[in-house]
């Protein structure tokens, strides 16, 4: 009974480069949304995805951040030319389809907690 | 703007004794709340949601009540372990984006053996 999954549990980056995070949602869920954690803070919405599609990107910086959820394979998400603010703890959280259950519930991965030097 | 908010920052609670957490929301269109315990290094774990058309709703050692005259919410841990050091966390969503969760800061919660 997997749980979300989130890959790496801790990246380091210089200025400049580039970070890939990693998540795979509970089995059979359809829905992904990524969260960012400042700390001592709460979790900030930064955005959700179905299969192949951006539903909401309301809490995503314009510029360097994108996301995808392609049809095979886990969702990611990618920062371009990381600085020093991008350091965070990154979220994922999945729920199930509706007809599934609760769609409202979102249950969590351990998160990437990304360091940039 | 609307908001998610929580009353104290910290809880020190003497292990065997109950807990409670409280919460405030701006939002009167929040319609599903939720709250999520945060240990250290991990993220999120659900304990127990509640929807805006009930006042009370009780799992294993929690209860949650919801004032939505006040936009008030509580957790309630009753003989509060050691493992239920963490963080604690309200969310809660509102239509039409009732998948967007909005946090509060935290509470972060400290048992005394």
């Known amino acids: 009974n997997a749980g979300v999954m989130q890959n790496p549990r801790h990246l380091v980056r210089r200025r400049g480069q580039e970070a890939r995070l990693r998540c795979s949602p509970v089995?059979?869920?359809?829905?992904v949304y990524w969260y960012r954690q400042l700390p001592e803070e709460g979790l900030k919405f930064m955005v959700y995805l179905q299969k192949e599609n951006i539903i909401d990107e309301s809490g995503m910086p314009k510029e360097r951040f994108s996301a995808e959820f392609p049809k095979e394979g886990p969702s990611i998400l990618r920062i371009q030319q990381v600085v020093r603010g991008d350091s965070a703890a990154y979220f994922c959280?999945?729920?199930?389809?509706?007809?599934?259950?609760?769609?409202?519930?979102?249950?969590f991965g351990p998160g990437t907690r990304l360091t940039v030097l | 703007g609307e908001s998610v908010g929580l009353h104290l920052p910290t809880l020190s609670v003497q292990e065997g004794d109950n807990s409670i957490i409280n919460c405030a929301y701006s939002?009167?269109?929040?319609?599903?709340f939720i709250w999520y315990k945060q240990e250290s290094g991990k993220g999120p774990q659900f304990i127990i949601d509640?929807?805006?058309?009930?006042d009370k709703r009780q799992g294993q050692r929690v209860t949650v009540l919801l004032n939505k005259t006040v936009k008030h919410l509580s957790l309630q841990i009753a003989a509060t372990q050691p493992g239920d050091s963490a963080v604690y966390f309200c969310?809660?969503?509102?239509?039409?984006?009732?998948?967007?969760?909005?946090f509060g800061a935290g509470t972060t919660v400290t048992v005394r053996a």
């Open positions: 959280a999945s729920s199930p389809p509706l007809g599934q259950g609760n769609t409202d519930t979102q249950y």
């Open positions: 089995k059979g869920h359809s829905h």
């Open positions: 939002n009167s269109a929040s319609d599903y």
């Open positions: 509640i929807r805006s058309n009930m």
């Open positions: 969310a809660e969503n509102s239509p039409p984006n009732d998948y967007k969760l909005s």
